[in-house]
Nanobody, 118 residues
Framework: QLVESGGGSVQAGGSLGLSCAYSGYSDCLAWFRKPPGKERDGVAAIYGGGETTYYADSVKGRFTISRDGAKNIIALQMHSLKPEDTAVYYC?????????????????WGQGTQVTVS
């Protein structure tokens, strides 16, 4: 089970943090997002204890994914937000396949949390 929190509204240039509490263990955790009228795409992924991370080109340098294994939480820190970051953000858990943004690698999904940047 995965439960996201921390979404909301923010002005362009601002920052927002998302958290996702998960149960059990997964060696790969990720954040995806679905902008209005568009398909869902991968944003950031973290493998193992956090030694390997992946980011979509559109968020590199602005977003940071992290994992607290002791608390079973993954977080996404978002800075310099842009209107095009507006989307429903989902956390996902699965197994590492070498394709961090392939949705089929993630059998477990949260319900999503809205992020709106104006």
């Amino acid at each position: 089970q995965l439960v996201e929190s921390g979404g909301g509204s923010v002005q362009a240039g601002g920052s927002l943090g998302l958290s996702c509490a998960y149960s059990g263990y997964s060696d790969c955790l990720a954040w995806f997002r679905k902008p209005p009228g568009k398909e869902r795409d991968g944003v950031a992924a973290i493998y193992g204890g956090g030694e390997t991370t992946y980011y979509a080109d559109s968020v590199k340098g602005r977003f940071t994914i992290s994992r607290d294994g002791a608390k079973n939480i993954i977080a996404l820190q978002m800075h310099s937000l842009k209107p095009e970051d507006t989307a429903v953000y989902y956390c996902a858990a699965g197994t590492s396949t070498g394709f961090p943004f392939r949705e089929s690698a993630y059998p477990y999904w949260g319900q999503g949390t809205q992020v709106t940047v104006s």
